[in-house]
Nanobody
Framework: VQLVESGGGLVQPGGSLRLSCAAS????????MSWYRQAPGKERVLVAA????????NYADSVKGRFIISRDNAKNTVYLQMNSLKPEDTAVYYC?????????WGQGTQVTVSS
């Protein structure tokens, strides 16, 4: 099982980034997918989630209206489009797959928002 995140980096406030998480080794289309983030010295928190078929999404209040989660089950990939980025969005972003009690995590990708 692998979840490989990509697309992180350094961006100025107000900028955009698109994170990708490529999945392998399990039946991706059965799993609900989420993005979490963890800032230095803080707990890992949920940012956005999408159901297995993509029919429902939910977002943390802090990112509503700025971030969009989506998935392509044909490509076994989940995305996080991040717009209007703020310095407080700086964190390591993790991809998560969940099916019943089974959970998988990626290794994380760093996002830094700074001028």
């Amino acid at each position: 099982v692998q979840l490989v995140e990509s697309g992180g980096g350094l961006v100025q406030p107000g900028g955009s980034l698109r994170l990708s998480c490529a999945a392998s080794g399990f039946t991706f289309s059965r799993y609900d997918m989420s993005w979490y983030r963890q800032a230095p010295g803080k707990e890992r928190v949920l940012v956005a989630a999408i159901t297995s078929a993509g029919g429902s999404t939910n977002y943390a209040d802090s990112v509503k209206g700025r971030f969009i989660i989506s998935r392509d089950n044909a490509k076994n990939t989940v995305y996080l489009q991040m717009n209007s980025l703020k310095p407080e969005d700086t964190a390591v972003y993790y991809c998560n797959a969940r099916f019943l009690v089974i959970r998988y995590w990626g290794q994380g990708t760093q996002v830094t928002v700074s001028s």
